[in-house]
């Protein structure tokens, strides 16, 4: 090789370095930019999701839990009798 071509690829080495880095660099610019704008999306969804959904979720639990708790209440008094039923039976 001669002089002179070394010359030439020794600056064209670092200008297509840069030129590789940029079009990478843009590259991972835009695949973030559509991340984000995902990313957006997303939080507007869970936002609605929160709303709709969620935020009802204490009252409708108490709701719930109101009658389970009247149940859990009466359990042994059934249990009671039940066990009076048994002992009648046997004897």
């Not at 973030?32 to 869970?46: E, Q, R, V």
Request: aromatic share 2%; hydrophobic share 55%; charged share 20%.
């Amino acid at each position: 090789m001669s002089r002179t071509l070394m010359i030439i690829f020794s600056f064209l080495e670092p200008v297509l370095l840069v030129v590789i880095l940029a079009i990478a660099l843009t590259r991972v610019r835009q695949r973030l930019t559509i991340i984000s704008n995902g990313l957006k999306d997303l939080a507007g969804m869970l936002v609605t999701v929160e709303e709709q959904h969620l935020r009802p979720l204490p009252k409708l639990v108490a709701d719930i839990n109101a009658p389970l708790q009247t149940i859990s209440g009466v359990l042994p008094g059934i249990a009671a009798k039940a066990a009076l039923v048994v002992r009648k039976a046997k004897g």
